[in-house]
């Protein structure tokens, strides 16, 4: 269980699936950013989007990280793959829906890495990954409500006030 302090065990086969598969996310993730935020309109969807790209490429060479020091391989970027084109792929409203949606999905993606690991270090890391991605989350949503792009969601009836 340690991590923190003294004799650190090798990470076992859960914590590098975990690490690995988010780690293919997060390099997706930012490739898609990347020609997103190329042909962005509005500045604030480019910033938002910019800072995805940043915190993708943290969570990248922090779960690299973890893999590296016990001499296992991480996955390799594919940023060189995005085109140069400045035309956007869809509109602002769809991007940053879809980046909130993606962000959302890692939030669950880091709970279950940290569920299932048993090493103090790997579970705060996820935990600390959570919570970025959680504050970025709430500022796509933030976007969306300030653009008038956030629609109410089905909710169920309320019985007493018919």
Wanted: charged share 25%.
């Amino acid at each position: 269980m340690n991590g923190f302090f003294g004799e650190v065990r090798p990470l076992h086969g859960l914590e590098i699936a975990h690490l690995t598969g988010n780690i293919h996310n997060d390099i997706t993730s930012k490739a898609l950013i990347i020609g997103f935020s190329q042909g962005a309109r509005l500045e604030k969807v480019r910033k938002f989007l910019e800072r995805g790209k940043h915190i993708n490429q943290k969570h990248i060479d922090s779960f690299s990280d973890k893999l590296n020091k016990d001499n296992l391989p991480s996955p390799s970027l594919i940023d060189h793959l995005v085109t140069a084109s400045t035309v956007p792929p869809y509109s602002d409203k769809l991007m940053v829906f879809h980046k909130v949606d993606m962000f959302s999905m890692k939030v669950r993606e880091y709970a279950n890495g940290a569920s299932l690991n048993g090493r103090r270090d790997v579970g705060a890391l996820f935990a600390k990954c959570q919570m970025d991605v959680a504050l970025y989350v709430e500022d796509g949503a933030n976007i969306m409500i300030e653009q008038g792009w956030m629609e109410r969601p089905p909710e169920a009836v309320d019985r007493d006030k018919l």
